[in-house]
């Protein structure tokens, strides 16, 4: 199983990012993928999820802000984040599944939310 983020970067708030999570080595389309997010000195929270039937998952923290979709023919996964905030800030990480307890992450991308 290999995952790759991209796509984080630094942004005022108010502002966007669109990251992307490549994956390979499991049946993408068939598996539910997930972005959490660990902030500096705090736990991985689930931030958002994308079931294969195309039900999805958002934080409270991040409903109306943040979208998640998926793109099964390239086998990757997207979040769309809007009106950012500072408390954003935090390194992405995506997952098949909706356990956060796999050991199957990518190796994150940073976003920070500062002016």
């Known amino acids: 199983v290999q995952l790759v983020e991209s796509g984080g970067g630094l942004v005022q708030p108010g502002g966007s990012l669109r990251l992307s999570c490549a994956a390979s080595?499991?049946?993408?389309?068939?598996?539910?993928m997930t972005w959490a997010r660990q902030a500096p000195g705090k736990g991985l929270e689930r931030v958002s999820s994308?079931?294969?039937?195309?039900?999805?998952y958002y934080a409270d923290s991040v409903k109306g802000r943040f979208t998640i979709s998926r793109d099964n023919a390239k086998n990757t996964v997207y979040l769309q984040m809007n009106n950012l905030k500072p408390e954003d800030t935090a390194v992405y990480r995506c997952?098949?599944?909706?356990?956060?307890?796999?050991?199957?992450w990518g190796q994150g991308t940073q976003v920070t939310v500062s002016s």
């Open positions: 997952a098949p599944g909706v356990n956060l307890s796999t050991r199957y």
């Open positions: 080595g499991f049946d993408f389309s068939s598996s539910a």
């Open positions: 994308m079931y294969s039937n195309g039900n999805r």
